[in-house]
């Protein structure tokens, strides 16, 4: 069984930095693309980043591109989004996903995602 379990939300301040972490079990990277995705109240979740296990290429929305990034650790099973000059406009609940295999060479954003975790909070005050 696959399950995800967000943690790392809190409150920063706008140019502040917060890392969030995605811990998985039951997928192998290799096989899976993890996705973040965001809701802000009154908004449609949108998608932020992803990661392809197939090529083990990244993407990012162009709201987030240079500011986040995100990083694997095939040890302990999870995938990071490290979040750096972030904007009130950041402020949301962060949810991360899973599919199976995205094929090579393929983007992993905009695709329907399979597992999710429960999300956690991101505030970023002016």
């Known amino acids: 069984e696959v399950q995800l379990v967000e943690s790392g939300g809190g409150l920063v301040q706008a140019g502040g930095s917060l890392r969030l972490s995605c811990a998985t079990s039951?997928?192998?990277?290799?096989?899976?693309?993890i996705g973040w995705f965001r809701q802000a109240p009154g908004k449609e979740r949108e998608g932020v980043s992803c990661f392809s296990g197939s090529d083990g290429r990244s993407y990012y929305a162009d709201s987030v591109k240079y500011r986040f990034t995100v990083a694997t650790d095939n040890v302990k099973n999870t995938v990071y989004l490290q979040m750096n000059s972030l904007k009130p406009e950041d402020t949301a609940v962060y949810y991360c996903a899973a599919r199976w295999r995205v094929s090579y060479g393929s983007t992993c954003m905009g695709l329907d995602y399979d597992y999710w975790g429960q999300g956690t909070q991101v505030t970023v005050s002016s």
């Open positions: 039951g997928l192998i990277f290799d096989h899976y693309a």
